[in-house]
């Protein structure tokens, strides 16, 4: 299943996270993201999917092994250059992680950060093409224009993660992450909100990784799903190709079922 | 089998604490010998009262004469000075302490400089700093305003450092995640999140320099308290109870002012 090295966006090579000397949370995974779709990893609680997520953009430091993304190996950058790699990489988080007391237009904004000098972004002079960016963006992800000067701490969940998504898509990524973008929601927000993010994924050609418990919606929205168990890989293919033995590998048991 | 659950000994539902009761007796007993000591006896507190009646005689009426009006109204004018001024360049300084000092913002080395400097801001009271000042620098009001920007940073540094480490870090992190730099963090993560808070630790701080920048003067350092001890001094009890009410009066009025304030920025 895994493209060509060549037209991978993101390669992951034999990454290892020990949050405590001698007990890894990720055992050496290699992976390789291609340029298109949504690709969804599952897996229990605790089995390291967040932190495979964040080491990618280095919220996590990994411990060994090589992330390489637009030429450059993420796992080594630091100080300026792992700014500049960020920018290139939108994140969606489980609880939205809007800045609270701004206004949904300076939360799509804030995408733009990697780009302002730091006067602007106190005086919020952002550039006028990017205020029109914003905007569109906020329709994009299906919420009225009158919503940008509404304060993100007045929005419902489904709104506030719609917000996140577009704050991603400002930065006009190369790969988005999503970390458990549905697990705050209610079943029907969840779908809508993955929709969203296949739509988006789909339509700018964006590559998507994103951790969900829910493994309906995995087998629905992603191109590609990767199973994770015990802090290493044990299914990488098609949802089709996805049996109940399969998911009896990466869960546990067969209650579930 | 009713009674014999009745005439099980149960654990007392209160147990006495014998350490409770010995430092409860002990406070009493130092209390009572120190009272002694300091010969704290009825008689003595009696004639204090005759004292006390006497004062308060003296003090009515309150003195308006135009001349202790023009004294009065200068001094309260110069103590409002000390306050604004004092206020307006400590909290500016105390924005980046404050900044430096907070454990999830700034590296180790740098946070434990500036706590460090914050516990020596807060070790002296206004009164002694004011002291110093006016050694240092001379009399007037520049020495009270120079030691209640001490006073100032002291408290809301320290204050507002806590503020920022009680922030919400996951907005902070999401606004990190899209490579923005430290200072687009700070403007766009954490001030919003802070800044609420920090305006009302100022304005809080304001009202208590209006009260101390009416007893710098005490000491030499410009303001109200000047006259209100010189008054003190010569017996103008009358002129000390004109004194006392524009006193209450003002940090009245600015107690209403810097409500509405704080309720603005919430």
Redo the contacts between chains.
Sequence with gaps: MTAAAGRAVLSIRNLRKEYRAGQPVLKDISLEIDGSGLTAIIGPSGTGKSTLIRCI?R?VDPTAGEILFEGGDLARLSGGAL?????????V?Q?Y??????SVI?NVL?????Y?A?WR??LRRFPDEDVARAFDLIEAVGLEESFATRRADALSGGQRQRV?IA?ALM?APALILADEPTSSLDPKTSVEIMELLSEMSARRSIPTLVNIHNVGLARRYAGRIIGMTGGAVVYDGPPAGLSDADLKTIYGGEDFL | MTAATLARKRPPAFPASWTSRLAWSGLALYAVYASSLMELTWPRFLKGLENGAKFLDRMFPPNFEADKLELIRDGMLESLQIAVLATFFGVLLSLPMGLAAARNLAPPWLSWGARGLIAVLRSFHPVIVSILFVKAVGFGALAGILALIVSTVGFVSKLFAEVVEEM?P??V?????????F???????VF??VM?RFVGLAVYQFDSNLRNSTMVGIVGGGGIGAPLFTAYQRFDYDVVLTILLVIIALILLCELVSGRIRRVFQ
């Design positions: 953009n919220l700014r500049q790699a960020r920018r290139r990489i939108g994140m988080f609880e992680n809007l800045v609270e007391r701004l300076e804030s995408g733009r950060l990697g302002l730091p972004a106190f996140g704050r930065q | 919400n996951k907005q992190e999401a606004v990190r995640a899209t490579g923005a730099g200072l687009n963090v700070l403007a766009m993560a919003p999140q609420a």
